[in-house]
């Protein structure tokens, strides 16, 4: 492959410009280097090896865990022109052989394979007579027993280092915390590696948090407020959950389907791949959705129930626009659901992971009730900070409102005294609002002084208060031991009345406070229909392929062409995304749909 690393980026992918760290990262591998690259999802890591491999002899061999992966990277690099295949057990034996035979006749830049393939000894043997490129270990924190991901097949890989010294090996994953970082390092054999770790911010998606009130209701506004082709998932905690809102979606209209663990796998595959292809506008899920799928175009991503942790909730929320053109994340936070979400934490495990599960969770109710920026709370938990606020969060755009709460917090710091600093917030709530609990009478609860002095509030709203001020460090909340109340020392001068406090009022009012974002990165005006027309086309185009849309273009690109309307080849290959393949295969249907349609607005130049 002639010309450089830019010049490759530009006529095999038709992209304009390396993202933030690709170009350094590349080069590193170019030379020979190992790499550990940490990146955000949709940052772009696939390029990250796909350059190399075009740029070194031999076959870039890629390990992924997902099979379904496999097949949509391989489609894409494909459609790109790209010699690249995969080898893995979906493959019928005819196809296996036509695979293994490119690999041996050097008519491979890239071969995807899974862990156990690589690893098996025949495989390994049939390596030591190929030129090898690089090794790529995608999702590498499935390496290591910290990570959320552990997968028993990726600890073989730890021999690569020693079994191929001269061929670079890079390992990339979009979440690891630093203890798992410095585990794939290890076992990967990586000491020699550079390390590049970018940020983790995600700017072009919006984090929303609202009450949950009528979560069905809040769930349909939401979807009525955006464009009918935008595509996102769902995510509840049960599989019963997920049943259920399924059902009503698609009794309301709406094109949608249930995914879990609990279905068989033709059917977990045909929703994957309806919703892959944009024939599903909503799948509803519970977490074991996501892994397998690589679509850069869900606009967004639902939590219908509150997540066990931030690490799951950045993970799930980081599926939305990975294209990146706006996005948008939203979580129906309720108070019963901490309660749910205690409850099976506390049913499970040994009592030290427990402990850890429940600061966890904590640390996840912390950002759902946080006043301040999302996103500086959400990277704040990742040890990176932000400068300033993010202005595209709901507490950005649309500042809680603070009423003066002194007098609810004396009564809820005295209420916690009263019941002996012994009990943690369900209990205090009962008695704050005069509860006629079987275990409160019981106790003798209902003889306390601060008894009863709460009904005028809800339990959320109590709630609301007394995690303000657990965050606000009036009150601590022992985790380790059914997350029991405690005042601190600063409860005092508030309790005296020497103090004053503001609260963030709950807020109660349905979705659609945030207005759909321009769907244009940049901002770039573009012609709706138009869109649309080039979207049907792509959509034909892809089902005649036999691939999902977003292998021949992304959104992103279809939307500057419906800006910048090119007419002729060389103008569309300025779009980005419209490589030199794709220009040859597709350039003559998109120019012709570009050249008769209205005919109004003179083609602009970028
Ligand atoms: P990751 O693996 O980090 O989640 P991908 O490699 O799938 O991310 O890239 C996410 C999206 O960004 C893809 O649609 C990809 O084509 C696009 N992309 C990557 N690098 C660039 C670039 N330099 N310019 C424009 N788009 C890019
Ligand atoms: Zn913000």
Not at 5 to 23: D, I, M, S
Not at 126 to 135: N, T, V
Not at 296 to 313: A, C, G, L, M
Not at 514 to 539: C, H, M, T, W
């Amino acid at each position: 492959m002639p010309g450089t690393p830019l010049e490759t980026l530009r006529t095999v992918f038709g992209y304009h410009a390396f993202r933030p760290h690709q170009e350094e990262i590349i080069a590193g591998v170019i030379r020979g280097e190992d790499s550990f690259v940490l990146m955000p999802t949709g940052g772009g890591k696939s390029l990250c090896y796909q350059i190399p491999a075009l740029h070194r002899p031999g076959v870039a061999l890629v390990v992924s865990p997902l099979i379904s992966l496999m097949k949509d990277q391989v489609d894409a690099l494909q459609a790109n022109g790209v010699r690249a295949e995969f080898y893995n057990s979906s493959l019928a034996e005819r196809e296996a052989q036509r695979v293994l035979a490119r690999l041996h006749q050097g008519d491979l830049d890239l071969l995807y394979v899974a862990p156990e393939r690589l690893m098996g000894e025949s495989f390994l043997e049939r390596l030591k007579d190929i030129p090898i490129s690089l090794f790529a270990i995608d999702e590498a924190h499935c390496v290591s027993q910290w990570g959320h991901d552990f997968r028993p097949d990726y600890v073989q890989l730890g021999r690569l280092r020693e079994l191929f010294p001269r061929v670079p090996l890079l390992a990339l994953t979009a979440t690891a915390d630093s203890q798992t970082r410095t585990d794939i390092i290890r076992r990967l054999g990586l000491t020699q590696a550079t390390c590049h770790v970018t940020g983790f911010d995600r700017p072009n998606i919006r984090y929303t948090v609202v009450d949950k009130q009528k979560p069905f209701n809040q769930l349909l506004a939401f979807l009525a407020g955006r464009p009918p082709e935008d595509a996102g998932i769902v995510y509840a905690l049960s599989r019963k959950r997920v049943e259920e809102v399924a059902g009503r979606l698609v009794a309301a209209g709406i094109a949608a389907a249930p995914y879990h663990a609990g279905l068989g796998d033709g059917e977990r595959s045909r929703v994957q791949e309806a919703f892959q292809r944009d024939e599903l506008r909503v799948v509803v899920a519970t977490v074991a959705f996501g892994m397998g799928i690589d679509k850069p175009n869900v606009r967004f991503v639902v939590h219908y129930d509150i997540p066990k942790n931030i690490e799951s909730y950045y993970q799930e929320t980081g599926r939305a626009g990975r294209d990146g053109l706006p996005a948008e994340a939203l979580l129906l936070f309720g108070y019963g659901d901490i309660v749910v979400a205690r409850g099976l934490i506390e049913n499970g495990g040994n009592p030290e992971q427990n402990r850890i599960e429940l600061q966890k969770l904590n640390a996840m109710v912390g950002f759902a009730e946080a006043v301040t920026c999302r996103r500086r709370v959400l990277l704040g938990y990742f040890s990176e900070s932000l400068g300033e606020d993010c202005g595209n969060c709901d507490v950005c755009l649309d500042p809680p409102e603070r009423f003066d709460a002194t007098e609810e917090a004396q009564k809820a710091l005295s209420c916690v005294y009263r019941v002996g600093q012994r009990f943690g917030m369900g209990h205090v709530i009962d008695v704050l609002r005069g509860s006629r609990s079987q275990r409160l009478l019981q106790l003798g609860h209902d003889r306390l002084s601060t008894y009863g002095i709460g009904r005028e509030l809800s339990s959320e709203v109590w709630g609301g208060v007394l995690r303000q001020l657990v965050h606000l460090g009036y009150l601590e909340q022992d985790l380790a031991s059914y997350g029991v109340l405690k005042l601190t020392a600063a409860a005092r001068p508030l309790l005296r009345g020497e103090e004053r406090l503001h609260l963030a009022r709950p807020r109660e009012k349905p979705v659609t406070p945030v207005k759909p974002p321009r769907r244009a990165a940049g901002n770039i005006a573009y012609d709706e229909g138009l869109f649309q027309s080039l979207r049907s086309l792509r959509k034909e185009l892809a089902d005649t392929a036999g691939v999902p849309p977003f292998v021949i273009f992304g959104d992103a690109t279809l939307i500057e062409m419906a800006a910048f309307r090119p007419t002729d080849a060389e103008s569309l290959l300025r779009i980005n995304g419209v490589g030199n393949h794709k220009l040859g295969r597709y350039g003559g249907a998109f120019l012709e749909v570009l050249r008769g349609y209205g005919g109004a607005m003179p083609g602009r130049e970028r």
